[in-house]
Nanobody
């Protein structure tokens, strides 16, 4: 199983980026998948998680109303549309997968089966 994240880059504050995470080697029917980020010197934190089967994404308070997570099951890909970016959003962003659909365990980083390689997002002020 591989998770390939892409879409990071350098953007000015107030700008937008869309991250993609394509999953290969795993049937994308019922799993929990999410985005996490880690700033320099900081801990890895949850950005957004959702079930690939049904339900709405869950967002961290710091990104709620600015970020939107979506799933394209036909492409085995999840997206993170990031709007109104702030310098404090600067981090390496990772996608992660829990194969059993354990959403809360994924959010709490208690049960992550696979990680993507990370993509750097830098927001300049």
């Amino acid at each position: 199983v591989q998770l390939q994240a892409s879409g990071g880059g350098l953007v000015q504050a107030g700008g937008s980026l869309r991250l993609s995470c394509t999953v290969s080697g795993f049937t994308f029917d019922t799993c929990a998948i999410g985005w996490f980020r880690q700033a320099p010197g900081g801990q890895r934190e949850g950005v957004s998680v959702m079930s690939s089967g049904a339900g709405n994404p869950v967002y961290g308070d710091s990104v709620k109303d600015r970020f939107t997570m979506s799933v394209d099951k036909g492409k085995n890909t999840v997206y993170l549309q990031m709007e109104s970016l702030k310098p404090e959003d600067t981090a390496v962003y990772y996608c992660a997968l829990n194969t059993k659909g354990w959403l809360l365990a994924l959010w709490r980083l208690q049960s992550v089966n696979y990680w993507g390689q990370g993509t750097q997002v830098t927001v300049s002020s």
